[in-house]
């Protein structure tokens, strides 16, 4: 049997356990040209907030009654005639919440999981890996001594943005929930610093720290973080949109920032950015975030937790935080 996780409804805020229901369905053969995945892991990404919600896009809504969207690792134990694909080839999917997937493989890719851990193809070998480098290279376009700011900083994203930036010879700064997250950014992650946005005056905190100002600002969360980084632009300073989580589960209209004329007075800019935009070059970015890991110059954290009927409160520690990098979830 599979057990697959079934959208029920559309959430208001921040969703119930009733947003879901959990299903046993059995397995089917695969068609022609078709392979029967297992997967091992699943991804739970912020994203999947925003794909819940029956509105414009990059990717159409997930239907009530489809399987819940993720990205998913896993395992072909069944193939029947696929031109690239056979039963043992490690397979990263959109498979989605479920123990199992059919597949004709389409969005489908093989890795190579001796080289490195499956969970490192959904963090930073995966989607929020590609996300960062594309992210900060190419919409932040960061040269040797800009300074780097970075919202969401201690997760699955921001940390590698951070990381990056460092790389490319820039001053990283942080934004993350709570002493260990700082701590992480100063003492494992080489942040040149950090500011806790729940103890701390986010603008009283920026003054401080960034006192020169900043040149980029890669922004996972959107709301009073953006619109106070807004303050701290220096001339012709890049702002990246790669996400605004404090914002996703609004029962009202999402907060837009009012400091946005700062982009007019230090003739800025601010770009939003979809990864899936990049498809096309995550080869290459890939082996170089690979080469990087291999190197020590850049690490990454997966937090795991166990089992498809604990989705929900492992969902919910996206947004209460209470996790560390990127969060995903084991199902085999
Ligand atoms: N544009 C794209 O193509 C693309 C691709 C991937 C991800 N994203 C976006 O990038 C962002 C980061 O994604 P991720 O996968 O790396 O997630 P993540 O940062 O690993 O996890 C989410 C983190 O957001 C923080 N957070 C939650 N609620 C918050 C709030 N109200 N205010 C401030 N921070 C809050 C929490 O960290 P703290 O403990 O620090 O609060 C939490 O750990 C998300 O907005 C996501 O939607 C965009």
Redesign the pocket.
């Known amino acids: 049997m599979n057990k697959q996780l079934i959208l029920a409804k559309r959430p208001v805020g921040l969703p119930g356990e009733d947003t879901w229901r959990l299903e046993s369905n059995s397995i089917e053969e695969p068609k022609d040209g078709e392979v029967l995945i297992q997967h091992h892991y699943i991804s739970l ?3 999947m907030r ?1 794909w819940m919600m029956d509105r414009k896009s990059y990717v159409p809504p997930v239907e009530i009654g489809e399987v819940m969207r993720a990205g998913a690792i896993g395992k072909i134990i069944k193939a029947n005639n696929h031109p690239d694909f056979n039963v043992g080839d490690c397979i990263v999917s959109w498979g989605g919440v479920q123990e199992y997937e059919i597949t004709n493989g389409e969005n489908c890719y093989k890795v190579d999981d001796s080289l490195a851990p499956m969970p490192k193809y959904l963090g930073a070998l995966g ?2 890996g590609m ?1 960062a480098y594309f ?1 900060i290279l190419e919409v932040g376009k960061i040269k040797e001594g800009d300074i780097v700011l970075i ?8 940390s590698l943005v951070g990381q990056i930036a460092k790389l490319k010879g820039c001053t990283v700064i942080g ?4 002493k260990n ?1 700082c701590d992480y950014l100063l003492n494992e992650l080489g942040f040149d610093a950090a500011i806790d ?2 103890s701390e005056d986010i603008n009283e905190a920026l003054n401080k720290k960034c006192p020169k100002g900043i040149d980029v600002y890669f922004d ?2 959107g ?1 009073d ?1 953006l619109n106070a980084a807004l303050t701290k632009l220096r001339l012709n300073a890049r702002v990246v949109i ?5 914002q ?1 589960n609004n029962e009202k209209d999402i907060k837009g920032p009012s400091n946005y004329l700062s982009l007019l007075v230090n003739r800025a800019s601010m770009q ?5 935009d990049y498809a096309q070059n995550y080869d290459k970015a890939a082996r170089e975030m690979g080469m990087w890991m291999m190197q020590g110059k850049i690490t990454s954290k997966e937090d795991v937790y166990e089992g498809i009927e604990n989705f929900y409160e492992t969902f919910l ?5 209470n ?1 560390m ?3 995903i979830l084991k199902v085999i």
Request: with cysteine; proline share 4%.
């Open positions: 990404d912020p994203a925003g989607m929020p996300t992210g919202s969401g900083a201690a997760g699955a994203v921001g934004i993350a929930g709570g997250k946005y729940k996972n969360v709301g973080i790669c996400g605004a989580i404090s996703y939003g950015m979809v990864v899936l520690r996206l947004f209460s935080g996790k990098g990127k969060l």
